[in-house]
């Protein structure tokens, strides 16, 4: 890891507190499609792999006997970027002259897909064939597993009752991975293993026949689950006692524990236990172990553990509709609050893994109603604002790219925008301490709005006294608001002048990859962006 005790002169650039020189990354290459109805890219994810990665993966029990596999696969598909559309998901190369791989599943008119949700993409690997990974994407609530080697589909799944929003990968047991869904709940799946053909449900008492009562409750089919490879092992129930009563819109695996965490339309954010009991049964959960709605004003759209800090989480928000006066219930008055980037530390994490006892294994492992109800366990590290935004609908786009060589950073992309935006989350403030106690003109305003005269009516100074206040309140939230994002990190343009992204032609989002040499973004009528990280520029 870089230390912060070298010369300003040899600090790599993203441990640049001053950001007095632009990012050392240059446009290398635009790619476009000609036809006018060309569809927008929507999502990306990097071959999130190295050399290296075999010392990590599956706790490093497969290095010794496919190291050589291992570096034919990494010499292939290194610089390969999925990107994905509407009912299409391409495999681009960023360095190689290689063709692209194209994956267009058929059209379906009566599909109804909201705008914020899109197609999904990510990549995952069986410890069987490391020459073989595999490509998971989704289109509405079906998962489909693609074998980039043999340009197949490997596999189908169902299971989820509502449009799937994203897909998570193990990054330590890579043939594990997730998927969460406007359903409330959150599906885990192992692709070692087939789907299953038949139910094989527990019974409901008083009934002595295995329950036929379906996915709905987090049990199997009566039909199978799919073709091919991957089946359900963990279903993370909603709506019940301490599942999300909304949408889930995101989940983060914890590289060394066996917990996840999950955040949603709800505003809250939660981590679950993830122990499948049986490769049979799915292992259904509906009480987490840490649940709070107090992070987040609004809803909470991704999250992401921080390594190298195992009780560390970042979590950003969509923008929050807030009242003027929540205490008078009759002014309906509201105004739009940016949404929020914040870092916090689950304080539970030593309580039900105590250090020197995380790999002991446990039958059982709850919380009681204050863990996954509404937990205090927690500890605020930093807040910072997202630009403000013309609605709440008009959402930032996340992606948090970590390395053990490297600062976590931080991309953000507001929709169809003309530049992104690079932060070091290293350099995110704390947040701003609440005033305590009250000022000397907030007390005095509260004294001089009590009246003791009951003749009293002046009218004039009440309306006086009430603008005065309505100033005073605003004027308290505007200091009370989070730093902003912009301050604290780079701008990048993409080149496309603003009267043509406001013509649709902008980015949607981007991601870093390749050891933190490479940042790809993608955005409507079929456009990537390709920047390379400029090495004499860092030599200089």
């Keep these: 890891m870089y230390q912060d005790h070298l010369a300003p002169e040899e600090l790599p650039w993203f441990r640049d507190r001053t950001r007095a020189?632009?990012?050392?990354?240059?446009?290398?290459?635009?790619?476009?499609?000609?036809?006018?109805?060309?569809?927008?890219?929507?999502?990306?994810?990097?071959?999130?792999?190295?050399v290296e990665s075999l010392h990590t993966l599956w706790q490093g029990s497969?290095?010794?006997?496919?190291?050589?596999?291992?570096?034919?696969?990494?010499?292939?598909?290194?610089?390969?970027?999925?990107?994905?559309?509407?009912?299409?998901?391409?495999?681009?190369?960023?360095?190689?002259?290689?063709?692209?791989?194209?994956?267009?599943?058929?059209?379906?008119?009566?599909?109804?897909?909201?705008?914020?949700d899109c197609m999904n993409v990510a990549w995952s690997l069986s410890p069987h064939a490391l020459d073989e990974?595999?490509?998971?994407?989704?289109?509405?609530?079906?998962?489909?597993?693609?074998?980039?080697?043999?340009?197949?589909?490997?596999?189908?799944?169902?299971?989820?009752?509502?449009?799937?929003?994203?897909?998570?990968?193990?990054?330590?047991?890579?043939?594990?991975?997730?998927?969460?869904?406007?359903?409330?709940?959150?599906?885990?799946?192992?692709?070692?293993?087939?789907?299953?053909?038949?139910?094989?449900n527990p019974h409901w008492p008083p009934s002595k026949k295995p329950s036929l009562a379906g996915a709905a409750h987090g049990l199997h089919m009566t039909e199978p689950e799919g073709n091919g490879l991957g089946r359900c092992i963990v279903v993370l129930m909603g709506g019940r006692s301490g599942g999300h009563q909304a949408a889930v819109l995101g989940a983060a695996f914890h590289p060394k524990l066996p917990i996840i965490a999950t955040c949603g339309l709800d505003r809250t954010v939660k981590i679950w236990l993830i122990r499948p009991t049986s490769h049979d049964t799915i292992k259904r959960e509906d009480?987490?172990?840490?649940?709070?709605?107090?992070?987040?004003?609004?809803?909470?759209?991704?999250?992401?553990?921080?390594l190298n800090h195992d009780d560390m989480l970042l979590a950003h928000s969509a923008p929050a509709v807030m009242r003027v006066k929540p205490t008078n219930p009759h002014n309906k008055e509201t105004y739009l609050e940016p949404g929020e980037l914040t870092v916090f530390r689950w304080l539970g994490l030593d309580r039900f893994f105590p250090p020197g006892h995380e790999d002991t294994p446990r039958d059982t492992l709850k919380g009681c109603a204050s863990d996954y109800q509404e937990s205090s366990?927690?500890?605020?590290?930093?807040?910072?604002?997202?630009?403000?935004?013309?609605?709440?609908?008009t959402t930032a786009r996340l992606q948090v790219?970590?390395?053990?060589?490297?600062?976590?950073?931080?991309?953000?992309?507001?929709?169809?925008?003309s530049?992104?935006?690079?932060?070091?989350?290293?350099?995110?403030?704390?947040?701003?301490?609440?005033?305590?106690?009250?000022?000397?003109?907030?007390?005095?305003?509260?004294?001089?709005?009590?009246?003791?005269?009951?003749?009293?009516?002046?009218?004039t100074r009440a309306a006086e006294l009430k603008e005065e206040n309505e100033r005073r309140a605003r004027m308290r939230r505007l200091e009370l608001r989070p730093p902003e994002l912009k301050a604290m990190g780079w701008e990048v343009p993409i080149g496309v002048p603003p009267e043509v992204v406001d013509n649709g032609a902008g980015l949607h989002c981007c991601a870093m990859g390749m050891e933190g040499s490479v940042i790809v973004g993608v955005g409507s009528k079929g456009t990537i962006w390709v920047w390379a990280l400029d090495e004499t520029g860092l030599s200089t």
């Design 62 to 116: 497969l290095r010794d006997q496919d190291a050589s596999l291992w570096k034919k696969t990494i010499s292939e598909f290194a610089d390969a970027v999925a990107i994905g559309s509407r009912d299409s998901m391409y495999v681009f190369f960023v360095k190689t002259k290689r063709n692209p791989i194209c994956v267009t599943l058929p059209s379906e008119p009566d599909l109804r897909i909201l705008p914020p």
């Design 419 to 459: 530049s992104f935006f690079i932060m070091n989350a290293a350099h995110l403030p704390p947040p701003k301490a609440t005033p305590f106690p009250l000022d000397e003109p907030v007390f005095t305003a509260g004294l001089e709005s009590i009246h003791l005269d009951d003749d009293d009516t002046d009218s």
């Design 21 to 50: 020189n632009p990012p050392p990354f240059q446009l290398v290459n635009k790619i476009s499609s000609r036809r006018p109805d060309a569809t927008s890219f929507r999502s990306l994810a990097f071959f999130p792999w190295t």
């Design 133 to 200: 990974p595999m490509l998971i994407f989704s289109r509405g609530s079906l998962l489909y597993i693609y074998n980039v080697v043999r340009k197949g589909i490997a596999s189908y799944l169902r299971g989820h009752g509502g449009t799937i929003t994203s897909i998570v990968v193990h990054p330590v047991t890579a043939n594990l991975f997730c998927t969460t869904s406007r359903d409330y709940s959150t599906r885990i799946y192992d692709i070692t293993l087939p789907p299953q053909r038949e139910p094989k």
């Design 377 to 393: 366990s927690f500890k605020l590290i930093s807040i910072s604002a997202f630009p403000e935004a013309r609605d709440q609908y």
């Design 287 to 306: 009480k987490p172990l840490f649940s709070s709605a107090r992070i987040h004003k609004a809803r909470v759209l991704s999250i992401a553990w921080l």
């Design 401 to 417: 790219y970590q390395s053990p060589t490297h600062d976590p950073m931080i991309l953000c992309t507001l929709p169809n925008a």
